[in-house]
């Protein structure tokens, strides 16, 4: 278990059950993309050291479970994610390693995948993976979607692990992402949103790609003000392809989507945030987050 400090352990958050909101097939928890997701993008490096301590940079997949679990650690304790775009971080995408942001980050990264209970997710990764995209279609439909929905309707996001690869040794092309509510499309169809943290909320080709299928009164100008304009679906495509569900990137430059072959609901449980989880304390503040390495 990580500790926040030498002395102090860390305290965990009993998850407190919304209220589900329906608007026409729509449900929706409190998870609001204006206040819950990050203003960057999932841009992270991270620092790899071996056994004989030569430091290297990998460019990995970044930080995308740490992302999601900390957004959903902002929900359940009543407070927005620190509104820091790239300006913030003096050239950079993403907060340095070292600021107190990127390391709680980093360490919930370790949580949704490679320690305690994110383990059973890491294995459920690696075992997914390797089955067949029918297979996933079928656990997808059948047993993580009814889950997804329960939890909403009762007020709960969730964080989902999404299959982009059928190569057990490319795991880097599997994702993380929350989901905060559904609707019930007209032909039977389910349509997920979700807080991508390759998808920075505020980016602006979001901006100008607001869906027309977002029924909200108000108008577009409303939208932007309120963060409904943020607005990335996961839905099933085409059942017989060999990546079945596609999610919307709105503000990637070169494509409109990207293709998943199915996903399930991963084990979160909130942890309690530090007061200052935003600020950059320095490199010698003892209250400073440890840096974790892999």
Request: aromatic share 8%; glycine share 10%.
């Amino acid at each position: 278990m990580s500790r926040t400090s030498e002395n102090r352990p860390r305290t965990r958050v009993k998850a407190k059950r919304g209220k589900s909101v329906r608007s026409n097939n729509r449900i929706e928890t409190g998870f609001d993309p204006a206040k819950h997701a990050f203003r960057f993008p999932n841009q992270f490096v991270n620092t790899l050291i071996s056994k004989r301590k030569i430091i290297r940079k990998v460019r990995t997949k970044g930080r995308c479970g740490g992302m999601a679990f900390t957004a959903l650690d902002c929900f359940y304790s009543g407070r927005s994610v620190p509104p820091l775009t790239p300006a913030d971080f003096q050239g950079a995408d993403v907060p340095p390693d070292g600021h107190r942001l990127a390391d709680y980050i980093w360490s919930r990264q370790l949580d949704s995948a490679f320690s305690g209970r994110g383990l059973l997710d890491g294995w459920r990764f690696i075992r997914w993976t390797g089955r067949n995209t029918g297979s996933l279609v079928r656990r997808t439909e059948k047993n993580e979607i009814p889950k997804i929905k329960k939890s909403i309707d009762e007020g709960d996001p969730v964080v989902l692990g999404l299959i982009g690869t059928s190569n057990i040794a490319k795991q880097g092309n599997n994702h993380q992402v929350v989901c905060y509510a559904y609707e019930n499309g007209s032909s039977g169809d389910t349509i997920l949103y979700i807080y991508d943290p390759n998808e920075p909320f505020g980016h602006p080709r979001a901006r100008r790609n607001v869906s027309v299928r977002d029924h909200r009164p108000g108008g577009v100008a409303a939208r932007l003000e309120d963060g409904s304009h943020y607005r990335v679906t996961l839905t099933l495509s085409d059942r017989n392809s060999k990546y079945p569900y596609k999610s919307d990137r709105p503000t990637h430059p070169n494509k409109s989507e990207d293709r998943w072959r199915g996903f399930f609901v991963q084990r979160y449980r909130p942890k309690q945030l530090g007061p200052k989880i935003g600020d950059d304390p320095g490199k010698n503040d003892p209250d400073r987050p440890p840096v974790h390495k892999k």
